[in-house]
């Protein structure tokens, strides 16, 4: 009995394929260019309508809940001007006056950039020999820019000159560009303004051991601008006792 030896057929050879990169690639590009070809879907665009009504029914509705807060902050402001004749802030005992402070979160543009706070649009300022370095600020928060610019060197060599007038310009861009913050400051009506956090004697009132006051005084100087009451002179004399009372705190 004879056994055929069996040879298998040569296997015919596949075409060059494309790989397979490429190929996701020019299906993507087909699909993309038969979308364009397609008529708009009015389910897609109804569908696109009535997302944005809701967005504007919610902000609305949002709006209206704020409405009361912004008005109550307004009248504790003017109350609290009128009895005590000063308002200090950065205390941590006095939230209804944040907003005043370097740190409030308040976004603001200045020399064409955007800063989240008066804090970074300052301290930026400081280094404005570096475009890269004032540009860092821009993504920073309060506490983030001092860590930032403690870390520096090299500020602007005549900082102690101009500091005054920087902050002024800071200041007055801050309360310009948010109207809902320029209110509260017209709130506080010829209140003498301190800031009360213990870091820099020559800006801060620094709970009594210092009284130069820079960033009061600049608030107060823009609320005059903006049509309220400048400086008051004499400085009150509740605020003069509570400087005193905690100098004797500070020294028990």
């Known amino acids: 009995m004879r056994i055929e030896r069996f040879v298998p057929l040569p296997v015919p050879t596949a075409p060059p394929s ?7 690639w020019r299906d993507s590009f087909i699909f993309l260019e038969s979308e364009k070809s397609l008529p708009p879907s009015p389910f897609i665009a109804k569908l696109k ?4 009504q809701i967005v504007g029914r919610l902000r609305n509705l949002i709006n209206s809940y704020k409405a ?7 009248e504790r402001l003017t109350q609290i001007a009128n009895s005590k004749k000063f308002i200090y802030f950065n205390d941590k005992s006095s939230s209804i006056s944040a907003f005043l402070g370097n740190d409030y979160s308040s976004p603001l543009t200045l020399w064409n950039l955007h800063f989240k706070c008066a804090k970074a649009a300052f ?3 400081k280094f404005n020999g570096s475009s890269v370095h004032m540009k860092t600020f ?4 309060a506490k983030e820019a001092q860590e930032y610019a403690e870390k520096m060197q090299h500020p602007r060599i005549d900082w102690a000159l101009v500091r005054n007038g920087i902050m002024e310009e800071v200041l007055k861009a801050k309360f310009d560009q948010n109207p809902e913050l ?3 400051l017209l709130a506080t009506k010829d209140a003498y303004l ?6 820099d004697d020559f800006f801060e009132a620094n709970n009594g051991k210092k009284t130069h006051n820079q960033v009061g005084r600049a608030l107060m100087r823009i609320r005059e601008s ?11 004399k509740n605020y003069i006792e509570y400087l005193q009372n905690k100098k004797n705190q500070d020294k028990n």
Do not use: T
């Open 18 to 24: 494309v790989p397979l990169e490429l190929r996701k």
């Open 49 to 52: 309508r009535v997302w944005q």
């Open 68 to 74: 009361p807060f912004k008005a109550y902050n307004e």
């Open 123 to 125: 301290l930026a300022a």
């Open 138 to 141: 821009c993504s920073l928060n």
């Open 182 to 184: 320029k209110k509260l």
């Open 194 to 199: 301190a800031d009360h956090a213990p870091k």
């Open 226 to 236: 903006c049509g309220g009451i400048g400086i008051p002179s004499p400085i009150p």
